[in-house]
């Protein structure tokens, strides 16, 4: 039974980091992409990036770049989301999901497509 756990979320200032972690059990992510997706109060979900099964090709939403950075551990069949310099804006439920893809470089497909997906975690920006 494929399962994603989110973890790390929690009250954070704005302008602090967190980090968010997303592991999996029941299956490898060796052959996944692997996206982080938010959905604000109020608000319809969002893609916030995705991650390639080898890693190395990333795919940001303009409102997280130079902000947020995605890695993946797939030894620890784990993957990260660093969040620095967050805002008010970045509150939000933070889901990850996966999506089995035949390419190394492969993104991931629209959410709808994805086959698994986590629980979530809370993450709120508030002074």
């Known amino acids: 039974q494929l399962q994603l756990v989110e973890s790390g979320g929690g009250l954070v200032q704005p302008g602090g980091p967190l980090r968010l972690s997303c592991a999996a059990s029941?299956?490898?992510?060796?052959?996944?992409?692997i996206g982080w997706f938010r959905q604000a109060p109020g608000k319809e979900r969002e893609g916030v990036v995705c991650?390639?099964?080898?890693?190395?090709?990333?795919n940001y939403a303009d409102s997280v770049k130079g902000r947020f950075t995605i890695a993946r551990d797939n030894a620890k069949n784990t993957v990260y989301l660093q969040m620095n310099s967050l805002k008010p804006e970045d509150t939000g439920v933070y889901y990850c999901?996966?999506?089995?893809?035949?390419?190394?470089?492969?993104?991931?497909?629209?959410?709808?497509?994805?086959?698994?997906w986590g629980k979530g975690t809370l993450v709120t920006v508030s002074s």
């Open positions: 999901a996966a999506a089995g893809v035949t390419t190394v470089q492969a993104m991931c497909p629209p959410p709808a497509a994805m086959d698994s």
């Open positions: 029941g299956f490898t992510l060796d052959y996944y992409a």
């Open positions: 991650i390639s099964r080898s890693g190395y090709s990333t």
